[in-house]
């Protein structure tokens, strides 16, 4: 069946433009999470949900960033006014709510801010 | 606080076995997996372990845990130049479902 899908896959942006990043997870799948790759580095929690409800925003960098939910399907991480430091693999991944909650990952989204 | 290291990076021969180690700080994670990245490919799970348990094998990746040392390794049997990969070592530390905790990665070079 269908992965988790990203768009768009690559997205070059100006330094204080907002920009929308999307994630389409695998259908039937309860939990969505959104991570942060920098280079050289594994990825890193920012924020996931649960259904449509969001249960932890504890990795989102600073108010410019907030991600939504509000179908419990597709779901839309924004980052505010972008600076240099954004620049970075964002990834997606969904699981189903039994063990052992593994989670698959989508092909990420390269957003470079210049 | 939670931490996951690995080394950063592994050279094999092909048809050689490659192990990967991990260890994490966190004794109470639940289950502790391995992702497989290939250059612009997203992560690739490959296989899982959970805490009670010391090993699982899959074909030919062996994953032993453990838990008093809190180390983690993949071992990959009989190598090939497709293999060649980052490896991620990731824990997850709550029970349900909720975020992993991943290490930097590991680079395997398979060489022919």
């Known amino acids: 069946g269908a992965g988790v899908s990203q768009s768009p896959r690559y997205k070059v942006t100006k330094r204080g433009q907002d920009v929308a990043l999307r994630c389409d997870p695998i259908?039937?799948?309860?939990?969505l999470y959104w991570y942060r790759q920098a280079l050289g580095q594994g990825p890193e929690f920012l924020t996931y949900?649960?259904?449509?409800?969001?249960?932890?925003k504890s990795g989102l960098p600073n108010d410019r960033f907030s991600a939504e939910r509000p179908e419990g399907s597709i779901s839309t991480l924004t980052i505010q006014r972008t600076e240099q430091r954004d620049s970075a693999m964002y990834r997606c991944?969904?699981?189903?709510?039994?063990?052992?909650?593994?989670?698959?990952f989508g092909p990420g989204t390269r957003l470079t801010v210049t | 606080g939670e931490d996951v290291e690995q080394s950063l990076f592994l050279s094999v021969r092909e048809g050689d076995s490659s192990v990967i180690n991990c260890t994490y700080t966190?004794?109470?994670?639940?289950?502790l997996y391995w992702y497989k990245q290939e250059p612009g490919a997203g992560l690739q799970l490959l296989t899982y372990?959970?805490?009670?348990?010391d090993m699982k094998q899959d074909q030919r990746l062996t994953v032993l845990l453990n838990k008093k040392d809190k180390h983690l390794s993949l071992r990959i049997a009989d190598t090939q130049t497709g293999d060649s990969a980052i490896y991620f070592c990731?824990?997850?530390?709550?029970?349900?479902?909720?975020?992993?905790?991943f290490g930097k990665g590991t680079r395997l070079s398979v060489i022919a």
């Open positions: 372990i959970f805490s009670n348990m």
């Open positions: 259908s039937g799948h309860v939990s």
């Open positions: 966190d004794s109470s994670s639940t289950y």
């Open positions: 949900f649960n259904y449509e409800a969001q249960q932890d």
């Open positions: 991944a969904s699981s189903l709510a039994t063990d052992p909650y593994e989670q698959y």
């Open positions: 990731a824990e997850r530390i709550f029970s349900g479902n909720t975020p992993l905790v």
